[in-house]
């Protein structure tokens, strides 16, 4: 299953700068790694913003909520989910 997340970062202005470097290092490592499980399918910056949209591709809404609960910065963070499926014009047949 698809999804479009929105997340927006909203970190304390007075968080202690070190534990803001440690949270955002953790965080990648694990969207690195998600990205490398091809679960983590599409992860873009907003331009001009401390947010991105990201496309998951997880098992269901279940694997989505568990792996975004587990994201160091989720308590940080805004985050808007849509559920994909194919759009009838789509010329990608291979994408699910
Ligand atoms: O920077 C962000 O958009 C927040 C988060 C998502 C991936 C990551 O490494 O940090």
């Given at each position: 299953m698809l999804f479009h997340v929105k997340m927006t970062v909203k970190l304390p202005l007075d968080m202690d700068p070190d534990k803001a470097a440690k949270l955002k290092a953790d965080e990648k490592e694990l969207a690195q790694r998600l990205q490398r499980e091809g679960k983590w399918r599409h992860l873009w910056r907003i331009a001009g913003h401390y947010?991105?949209?990201?496309?998951?591709?997880?098992?269901s809404v279940e694997e989505l909520h568990d792996t975004l609960m587990q994201l160091p910065?989720?308590?940080?963070?805004e985050i808007e989910v849509d559920g994909l499926c194919r759009h009838p014009s789509s010329i990608h047949q291979d994408d699910r």
């Open positions: 947010a991105n949209y990201s496309v998951f591709d997880l098992a910065l989720f308590p940080y963070m």
